[in-house]
């Protein structure tokens, strides 16, 4: 299995990095993708991966929570940062309309920028979307044949919504949200629809604690720990054997960052 999101630059794993990923590898993890999601933190983020090389990768880029910060679309840093081999996505990047912690004329000029460099440095995206379907499409849409591969993370949608991005040949993660009984079940039924070569599976920790692992751990905080739990749920949605999700999510994953 590789997770392909893993927010390890959170202050909440502070205190155990190390021992958040040892009980990754215990349990049959084999390669971290950390999340960059602004200039300081895709920094963080890559130099948490050369931590732990050919086992920890990151991303670099710019979330659309944070594209208020920036003030050259040109992203010199995130470009800087591309260089570096451990760096094997653009991203996050998108658009949140939920929270608009950034104006949305802002996350629409940064999001293209990453799109653009992207597409420049041949190197696949990892976006975010929320509540913003209609404008993240009609901006993705133009760049898609000019980039290798593009992933739409932690996915929540519609079927409509997965329809449209399926149509796009965008690749699918699919994080603990399957797991929650009161917000997951319209993903629990359609994700049997995601074609095997377009799934991937994440955590996005330390969001999203699978709320049905048993026994209930003592922390709210996700970690890589729990992602064989994610891909059993999502094997017995999709009337799959968890080997099958694990082996196809981990070739897939491996050849979209190409690690």
């Known amino acids: 299995m590789i997770d392909i999101g893993v ?26 993708v950390i999340t960059g999601t602004s200039i300081e ?7 948490l991966a050369l931590q732990w090389p050919n086992y920890c990768y990151s991303t670099a880029g710019v979330h659309p929570h944070d594209a208020k910060s920036v003030t050259d679309l040109a992203l010199p840093q ?34 293209e920028a990453q799109l653009a460099l992207a597409a420049e440095l041949n190197m696949p995206v990892f ?7 209609e404008r993240f499409l009609a901006i993705l849409k133009p760049w898609r044949d000019k980039l290798p591969a593009a992933v739409l993370h932690c996915f ?5 919504a997965l329809d449209d991005c399926l149509a796009l040949d ?13 917000r997951g079940t319209e993903l629990r039924q359609i994700v049997k629809t995601i074609p095997s070569q377009r799934l991937m599976i994440e955590t996005d920790c330390p969001y999203l604690l699978p709320r049905d692992y048993r026994p209930k751990p003592k922390s709210s905080r996700n970690e890589p720990l729990y992602l064989p739990h994610i891909a059993e749920v999502i094997a017995e949605c999709r009337g799959e054997s968890a080997m099958q999700v694990v082996n196809n999510s981990y070739q897939v994953s491996q050849a979209f960052f190409a690690i």
């Open 7 to 32: 927010n390890l630059t959170n202050s909440r794993f502070d205190k155990d990095r190390a021992e958040v990923i040892t009980r990754a590898q215990a349990v049959g993890v084999k390669g971290l």
């Open 41 to 47: 933190e895709s920094i963080a983020a890559q130099q």
């Open 78 to 111: 995130i470009r800087a940062l591309a260089q570096q081999p451990e760096v094997v996505a653009i991203g996050e990047c998108g658009l949140d309309f939920n929270r608009d912690f950034s104006p949305r004329p802002q996350q629409e000029a940064v999001f």
């Open 127 to 133: 976006m975010h979307c929320r509540d913003a379907h």
């Open 156 to 160: 929540t949608g519609s079927q409509q």
């Open 170 to 182: 965008l690749h699918i993660g699919i994080t603990g949200w399957i797991c929650d009984e009161r």
